[in-house]
């Protein structure tokens, strides 16, 4: 049963993280769009590929790792209240919450790579027209 149980809870993990991720591209995505003109600027101004792709990269890792640190607060927060409200005790293990927060930074750096990509590739002179 315990078995059973963890297998559940690991495959509901596994969608989540997936949806967060699909999340995560989508918001990427539009940040791109909203800011071509001012990739076109950089590139125009002497950005590489590697740079535009490093600042994506770079910000959809810190929104994943932030609203991985939100979640997991609030996890923890969750637990405390109920080891202070009802006879079960839970235990909050350092590395657990290390390893929550890493796992989110990861799944952003993963999702964030298209959306960084699709920046990079742009090309500065159509970039800069676009309205």
């Known amino acids: 049963m315990t078995n059973a149980l ?50 994506f990269a770079i910000e959809a890792v810190i929104l994943a790792t932030l609203g991985g640190a939100l979640g997991t607060a609030l996890g923890v927060t969750g637990v405390t209240l109920v080891g202070w409200y009802t006879p079960l005790k839970g235990g909050g293990i350092g590395g657990a919450i290390a390893l929550a927060v890493g796992v989110s930074g990861s799944i952003g750096l993963f999702f964030g790579i298209f959306p960084a990509r699709q920046a990079a590739r742009l090309d500065p002179i159509v970039a800069l027209r676009t309205p």
């Open 6 to 55: 963890t297998i559940m809870l690991a495959a509901i993990a596994a969608i989540s993280l997936v949806v967060g991720g699909i999340g995560i591209t989508n918001i990427m995505l539009v940040s791109v769009v909203e800011r071509t003109q001012e990739i076109g600027l950089r590139k125009a101004l002497g950005a590489t590929q590697e740079d535009i792709l490093l600042q």
